[in-house]
């Protein structure tokens, strides 16, 4: 399902931006080359690091862990997600610059009709029942790894989620504010008509501010949420025993032989 997947990014890429701003028969063509461009780029540049990443988790994944280790390692793939948006400034530009006053106001419209559904989905149901959600999702995620965990991790996976610095006001205002800033940068382009590399400039930042905030206390945040994140994740391994190491040492191979896989298609 991953290879079939990730061959099949650009087409999906497609649909999905298509499903934001109603792409015209004439933006297709040229936006269909530039995602099988982003794909060759990623194929090549960052498959390499990530079947790297897999077996350094692998010769973790049998031992205990510092959180120094885990915090290294979350922070460099964290880091790199700088690197994805570069590569992807020629093609965003090229689309943002030929978006209609039609399509920027679908866009505005689909992005209000997502915000509503992530506030119904964790905002209204209230503090308990959205702790509830952030505790099943992480023994989720924990048990792919390990299989099932026994009853002393999931009270572990709780204290985690109820001592988190997770803030969902926070979270949404940062949400609040990429969304904005898409739609004014987007209008910008429109109303001012820059030059190809001006026009270029100005989603380099846009891409750029996406992974690290402007706003101060915004991006403090973040690195703060991380880096509980980071020390959560060694204290549950540490956790864990002999059999689910094993299970979690298994899913890494299996993950590190797909991604060998994708990069010789």
């Not at 702790?131 to 792919?144: G, M, P, S, T």
């Not at 059999?243 to 993950?255: T, V």
């Amino acid at each position: 399902m991953v290879q079939t997947v990730y061959n099949r990014s650009p087409d999906l890429a497609y649909w999905w931006i298509d499903g934001f701003v109603d792409i015209t028969p004439q933006q297709r063509t040229v936006l269909i080359e530039d995602l099988e461009n982003y794909q060759r780029w990623h194929r090549t540049t960052q498959l390499p690091r990530y079947a790297q990443w897999l077996r350094q988790m692998q010769t973790l994944a049998l031992q205990d862990i510092s959180e120094e280790q885990s915090c290294k390692l979350y922070g460099e793939i964290w880091d790199s997600l700088l690197s994805l948006a570069d590569p992807a400034e020629a093609g965003t530009t090229r689309l943002a610059r030929s978006l209609s006053t039609e399509q920027l106001e679908h866009l505005r419209s689909k992005i209000e009709r997502h915000h509503r559904d992530w506030r119904r989905d964790w905002l209204e149901p209230g503090p308990a029942e959205g702790l509830d959600k952030r505790v099943k999702r992480a023994r989720e995620r924990a048990e792919d790894f390990y299989g099932r965990l026994d009853t002393s991790q999931q009270r572990l996976l709780r204290q985690q989620a109820e001592r988190s610095p997770y803030d969902i006001a926070l979270a949404e205002a940062i949400r609040l504010r990429r969304q904005e800033d898409i739609m004014n940068t987007l209008r910008g382009l429109q109303r001012q008509a820059p030059s190809p590399e001006e026009a270029r400039a100005q989603i380099r930042a846009l891409l750029q501010r996406s992974v690290r905030s402007p706003v101060a206390e915004h991006q403090a945040y973040v690195v703060r949420l991380n880096d509980y994140n980071c020390r959560a994740m060694a204290q549950l391994h540490n956790s864990t025993s002999p059999e689910q190491r094993q299970s979690a040492f298994k899913r890494l191979q299996k993950y590190e032989r797909d991604v060998l896989a994708l990069m010789n298609p």
